[in-house]
């Protein structure tokens, strides 16, 4: 349970071991909650954060915001100036690492709209869902609802041989473009 003033409490749905990855959601849903307001839907996190494989230096906390209603721009740039004081103050927590996107409900049911993309080489504006269907399935089954409702039963199913498929595409990929002989050296 975390405070936010003497009348709003914002409540975790999840409790991670690593307290300095709990300060960061916190700041980071309190920051969304008070910009997004009453078109925040829900918090997810999935990727290396929940297989304690989160790694400073090269890793990303990531997440899905889902809205009700397309961003304005003012939510834009309010969000984007809350990533730059992330980057530039908030230097004892993972907050620098946060990756993800702000995608509204039509969006993720593939029409268009206005989302917004936090990337490890800047922000960029949506008109459309960017997330491929391995990301949106890895959402889906693997990730946490850190806050709000289920959002499940509107993300796209994926079957299995498209998932085949993906990982076959993605290992030509790593084999033309990958570098140094690690295994993260495709980033």
């Not at 959601?25 to 997810?44: A, E, N, P």
């Not at 494989?53 to 889902?66: E, H, K, Q, T």
């Not at 740039?77 to 004081?85: A, F």
């Not at 989302?115 to 949106?136: H, P, V």
């Amino acid at each position: 349970m975390i405070t936010l003033n003497h009348k709003e409490t914002l409540y975790l749905i999840y409790h991670f071991q690593d307290e300095k990855i709990n300060r960061t959601l916190s700041l980071f849903l309190k920051d969304i909650q008070y910009v997004l307001r009453d078109k925040l839907t829900s918090v997810y996190i999935y990727g290396s954060a929940l297989h304690n494989d989160l790694c400073p230096g090269y890793g990303d906390l990531d997440f899905l915001v889902i809205v009700n209603s397309n961003l304005t721009s003012n939510e834009i740039e309010r969000l984007n100036m809350k990533r730059s004081t992330y980057r530039m103050e908030c230097t004892d927590l993972y907050s620098h690492m946060l990756e993800g996107a702000f995608l509204p409900l039509t969006l993720i049911q593939s029409e268009a709209g206005q989302a917004l993309w936090w990337g490890t080489k800047g922000e960029n504006i949506w008109s459309k869902n960017q997330l491929d269907l391995f990301t949106m399935y890895t959402i889906k089954n693997q990730g946490l609802l850190l806050y709000g409702e289920s959002q499940n039963h509107i993300m796209p199913a994926i079957q299995k041989e498209e998932i085949r498929r993906y990982l076959l595409d993605f290992s030509i990929c790593m084999r033309e473009h990958g570098k140094g002989g690690s295994l993260h050296s495709i980033d």
